[in-house]
């Protein structure tokens, strides 16, 4: 069964950091785009990174460039999601999702409509 599972997520201050991890079984990353997406309540889901499991190349949201970074450990079926710098405005429900591409170079800003294997969610809370 192809399925991916994130974890991490919980309360922090503003200005702190939290990584968040998304563990993949039954796929090969080579072959995936990872992406996280958000989605706050009352607003719609936005895609915030992706990364190529394959060559490695990456994507990051104007809202969190320079303050989140994506990584890929594919000996773990692993992809992290570190955040820095969280802003309330950083609150939300944080997904990860697969996209298969075989072998595909680089990546595009992520369409969660072509994305069919998801996570469960993990709820990311930025207060003081």
């Known amino acids: 069964q192809l399925q991916v599972v994130e974890s991490g997520g919980g309360l922090v201050q503003p200005g702190g950091s939290l990584s968040l991890s998304c563990v993949s079984s039954g796929l090969t990353l080579d072959y995936y785009v990872i992406g996280w997406f958000r989605q706050a309540p009352g607003k719609e889901r936005e895609g915030v990174s992706c990364?190529?499991?394959?060559?490695?190349?990456?994507y990051y949201a104007d809202s969190v460039k320079g303050r989140f970074t994506i990584s890929r450990d594919n000996a773990r079926d692993t992809v992290y999601l570190r955040m820095s710098n969280l802003k309330p405005e950083d609150t939300a429900v944080y997904y990860c999702a697969a996209d298969w591409i075989g072998v595909r170079q680089g990546v595009r800003p992520p369409d969660a409509a072509l994305y069919d294997i998801w996570g469960q969610g993990t709820q990311v809370t930025v207060s003081s």
């Open positions: 990364i190529n499991g394959g060559d490695g190349s990456t």
